[in-house]
Nanobody, 122 residues
Framework: QVQLVESGGGLVQTGGSLRLSCAAS????????MGWFRQAPGKEREFVAAITWGRGRTSYAGSVKGRFTISRDNAKNTVYLQMSSLKPEDTAVYYC???????????????WGQGTQVTVSS
């Protein structure tokens, strides 16, 4: 059974930093892509970033490029999202997701975590 478990969310002030973690288990993800998405109240879920497990290629949404960094630790089967220079508009529930294949695209994610709340106060 595939499980994706996020952690690391919380309350932070504008300009602050947080690191989210996503621990993956249940199958091998070595040829797949891991992504982070977020959903703010009253808004649709949106793509944030993605990384390939194998070569570590990355992709970012324009709104977070230069502020967020996605990385992975293959030995720990864990993906991270380092968030810096946080803004109130980054407030959302952040979800980890996995998709088969190595295409860095924001669609086709098959597995999802339960989400972790990130709140940025102004």
């Amino acid at each position: 059974q595939v499980q994706l478990v996020e952690s690391g969310g919380g309350l932070v002030q504008t300009g602050g930093s947080l690191r989210l973690s996503c621990a993956a288990s249940g199958r091998s993800f070595s040829g797949d892509v891991m992504g982070w998405f977020r959903q703010a109240p009253g808004k649709e879920r949106e793509f944030v970033a993605a990384i390939t497990w194998g070569r570590g290629r990355t992709s970012y949404a324009g709104s977070v490029k230069g502020r967020f960094t996605i990385s992975r630790d293959n030995a720990k089967n864990t993906v991270y999202l380092q968030m810096s220079s946080l803004k109130p508009e980054d407030t959302a529930v952040y979800y980890c997701a996995a998709r088969r294949g190595a295409a860095l695209v924001p669609t086709g994610y098959e597995y999802w975590g339960q989400g972790t709340q990130v709140t940025v106060s102004s």
